[in-house]
């Protein structure tokens, strides 16, 4: 069962704009959430966290927003820059143990 | 820092095969994942070490994947005999502390089964 959701495989914004990248969880146990980056060819990288007792959470040009209540994180980026083009997984775990991953978003961001 | 070193990068195989995949993680990183990436998904964690010992082989199909982590430094993940279904990347990842969430990861191994 997919415990983590992210319902857009891609999203496509201008260089510049703001990105918005969703997550939805079905779990209410989670309590830590993460967001990677994925170039082709290469493995995943750590991009931001977030812990349940927060709801944003923010660096540099990256902030996650999470809403508990609605078991919804979002990742925005401002502003929007072509090396941003990657594919972004969330992750979502309870205390640290086995992270469950979204399934991507693919960001494509045009000159 | 030398980073998460995978080999061999690509393997093709056919079905009812062996496969063996090699880790070598960050030095000091007490933490050790493999992952399974199948074309279109997110990775799925297939087994976690802390150290030599196992702390989650929940969602390993024990019948033909089995993984090693001897003297709690690098891992092996082998698959015998590999099914069609099996190919995908394998991840492998780790970190200082499991609980920060923040994993590194190789850049992965693929496996085509045919």
């Known amino acids: 069962d997919q415990q983590v959701k992210q319902n857009s495989p891609s999203l496509s914004v201008q260089e510049g704009r703001i990105s918005i990248l969703n997550c939805d969880y079905t779990?209410?146990?989670?309590?830590?959430f993460l967001w990677y980056k994925k170039y082709p060819a290469e493995g995943p990288t750590f991009l931001i966290s977030?812990?349940?007792?927060?709801d944003k959470n923010e660096d540099g040009r990256f902030t996650v927003f999470l809403n508990k209540s609605a078991k919804h994180l979002s990742l925005h980026i401002v502003p929007s820059q072509p090396g941003d083009s990657a594919v972004y997984f969330c992750a979502a775990s309870v205390t640290g143990n086995q992270f469950y991953f979204g399934t991507g978003t693919s960001l494509t961001v045009i000159p | 820092e030398a980073g998460v070193a995978q080999s061999p990068r690509y393997k093709i195989i056919e079905k009812r095969q062996s496969v063996a995949f090699w880790c070598n993680p960050i030095?000091?990183?007490?933490?050790l994942y493999w992952y399974q990436q199948i074309l279109g998904q997110g990775p799925k964690l297939l087994i976690q070490f802390q150290n030599n010992g196992v702390v989650d082989d929940s969602q390993l199909p024990k019948d033909r994947f089995s993984a090693e982590r001897l003297k709690g430094v690098d891992s092996t993940l082998k698959i015998q005999p590999a099914k069609l279904e099996d190919s995908a990347v394998y991840l492998c990842?780790?970190?200082?502390?499991?609980?920060?969430?923040?994993?590194?990861f190789g850049e992965g191994s693929r496996l085509t089964v045919l």
């Open positions: 030095s000091g990183h007490a933490t």
């Open positions: 990842a780790s970190s200082l502390l499991f609980y920060t969430g923040e994993l590194f």
């Open positions: 779990n209410s146990m989670f309590d830590y």
């Open positions: 977030i812990s349940s007792i927060k």
